[in-house]
């Protein structure tokens, strides 16, 4: 099992940053790719970042370029960098944990994704 916590959401004004974090508590966290996943109003969850092994990270096409996904380790904590944040940035943010041994595409899905953090809501203001 692993639990996962995110935190690092609220309001914030369009073109700010923000870092949204996630920290992983159970089985060796070595062990799992990580991935945040958001969710806005109305529409399905979607893949925003991946990061595996060792480090290798991996965007969807709508963030790349403003969104940094890093892992630290020995902490066993995952970030979400945002920068230029845009009203359509607005979602419920998860992290999540899938075991080794997928594809990357595999990854850019919640197909291997077994571990779900409860999110953290963003809300950026125009």
């Known amino acids: 099992q692993v639990q996962l916590v995110e935190s690092g959401g609220g309001l914030v004004q369009a073109g700010g940053p923000l870092r949204l974090s996630c920290a992983a508590s159970g089985r060796t966290f070595n062990d799992y790719a990580m991935g945040w996943f958001r969710q806005a109003p109305g529409k399905e969850r979607e893949f925003v970042a991946g990061i595996t092994w060792p480090d290798h990270t991996y965007y969807a096409d709508s963030t790349q370029g403003r969104f940094t996904i890093s892992r630290d380790n020995a902490k066993n904590m995952v970030y979400l960098q945002i920068n230029s944040l845009k009203p359509e940035d607005t979602a419920i943010y998860y992290c999540?944990?899938?075991?080794?041994?997928?594809?990357?595409?595999?990854?850019?899905?919640?197909?291997?994704?077994?571990?779900w953090g409860q999110g953290t809501q963003v809300t950026v203001s125009s």
């Open positions: 999540a944990a899938a075991l080794r041994g997928w594809s990357e595409n595999y990854y850019a899905t919640r197909g291997p994704y077994d571990y």
